[in-house]
């Protein structure tokens, strides 16, 4: 897999300092959930700087993004990861091949995990169950975005 740059000079991959990172259980996990998925693991430390300089943030997070759905309005439990998945899909369209994803997330997720974003789609439900605020970049549809752990869904468009 090339390397995803987001409009960042190069993002660091594996055989750079990666290796220094820890990685969590949930970050083991996930790892086994994607198997066979074609991905890297990178450090997250450029994609936050990228996130920093294009979100609003207050505090330590994200703030003031367009909410897409929330799931206290879901209408069934088994239809919560198939609205947010509609919620997406709608806004970035169907899958491409060359489209790419970058999921990081603030807490605890160490690795940035960078995959294409119909296998992304494929996962979703394995990085959004994590208890984090989890952060999605999509550099062809300029937009990332941000499922709270509150069970929020966010969209940012970035220019």
Request: proline letters at 4%; glycine letters at 6%; a negative charge.
């Amino acid at each position: 897999m090339s390397s995803f740059t987001f409009g960042l000079k190069t993002a660091r991959t594996m055989d750079e300092d990666v290796h220094s990172i820890i990685p969590t259980t949930f970050d083991s996990e996930l790892i086994a959930q994607l198997g066979a998925t074609e991905f890297e693991v990178q450090h997250p430390a450029p994609y936050f700087s990228f996130i920093e300089q294009h979100l609003p943030i207050v505090g330590s997070m994200a703030s003031g993004g367009e909410l897409l759905c929330a799931k206290e309005s879901a209408s069934a439990p088994g239809e919560w990861w198939e609205t947010i998945q509609l919620a997406i899909v709608r806004q970035v369209g169907e899958a491409s091949p060359q489209h790419m994803a970058v999921v990081v997330g603030d807490n605890m997720m160490h690795y940035a995990y960078a995959l294409r974003y119909s296998q992304f789609i494929q996962h979703m439900e394995d990085f959004f169950s994590i208890p984090q605020d989890t952060y999605v970049l999509l550099q062809s549809s300029k937009v990332c975005f941000q499922y709270s752990y509150e069970d929020q869904l966010f969209l940012y468009r970035l220019d």
